[in-house]
């Protein structure tokens, strides 16, 4: 498997195979780079840290629209989502959702990721290999024909996900947690609709984030940026 290091300065960073010739805006790497060491690139210093999969997911490639990790981090906010569990996913688009989850249930976990088209299950694929996840098994099927059982999360980022709710509490562990993920309110509509009438707890949230600047004496929110990204419906599995 490849190996990586995160050189970080003040305002910049870059992430470098270990022990590959890069060249880069600020001069070329053309040495084996470890740990602690310091790096000076023309006139910008550097050091070298181990990356976290947050700093890898920024080299990934992406295809389809991805569940930023500001999402991400709301739904183990909210569901615990915590060493062990087992996870279902689907769409997989680019893998970064299953990455983040798998991330949290460590090798005792599992996240088992559905993505029926071929291009998007390839770039998946990939991310995940090149980040060196053993504990995701990425299928490139049709979620709707899912046979895993005792599960403790379900996350949906798909059309029509409201059509798989009824199978998905039957496969839900009591206690676990079916998140459905969608730009759109109407599909959270149906969402709650078809969660209640399985008798689990709901609801809905917007996650908004704004970055803030600093300059010259002014603070202010940055002028642009994605604000809106989706909205998130959460249901519980009771009695």
């Known amino acids: ?34 740990v602690g060491d310091i790096v000076e690139l023309k006139n910008e210093k550097f050091v070298a840290v181990k990356p ?36 279902l996913d689907a769409g997989s688009g680019s893998g970064f959702l299953a990455i983040f989850l798998a991330s949290i ?10 993505e029926r088209k071929k291009e998007f299950y390839e770039i998946a694929k990939k991310n995940i290999t090149e980040l060196g996840f053993k504990n995701i098994k990425i299928k490139n099927e049709d979620v709707k024909n899912f046979r895993e059982r005792n599960l403790d999360l379900i996350t949906f980022d798909m059309k029509d996900a ?11 562990n009591y206690g676990g947690w079916l998140v459905v993920y969608s730009p759109h309110i109407e599909q959270q509509i149906e969402a709650i609709k078809k969660m209640e009438e399985n008798g689990m707890q709901t609801y809905t949230i917007e ?3 704004r970055r803030w600047k600093s300059l010259y004496g002014y603070t202010h929110p940055e002028p642009s940026g994605i604000i809106h990204t989706g909205f998130m419906t959460f249901g519980r599995k009771a009695i």
């Open 162 to 172: 409201v059509l798989l709710i009824d199978k998905a509490v039957k496969h839900l």
């Open 52 to 87: 976290t999969f947050i700093d890898m997911l920024k080299k990934c490639k992406r295809g389809a629209q991805i569940i930023m990790p500001k999402d991400a981090s709301q739904i183990i906010a909210i569901t615990g989502l915590s060493f062990g569990w087992k996870c």
């Open 105 to 114: 249930v460590g090798k005792e976990g599992e996240v088992i990721t559905y």
């Open 207 to 209: 996650n908004i984030q």
């Open 1 to 34: 498997m490849r190996e990586y290091i995160l050189l970080i300065s003040k305002k910049n960073s870059i992430i470098v195979e270990k022990g590959k010739k890069i060249n880069t805006k600020f001069g070329t790497i053309d040495k084996n780079i470890e």
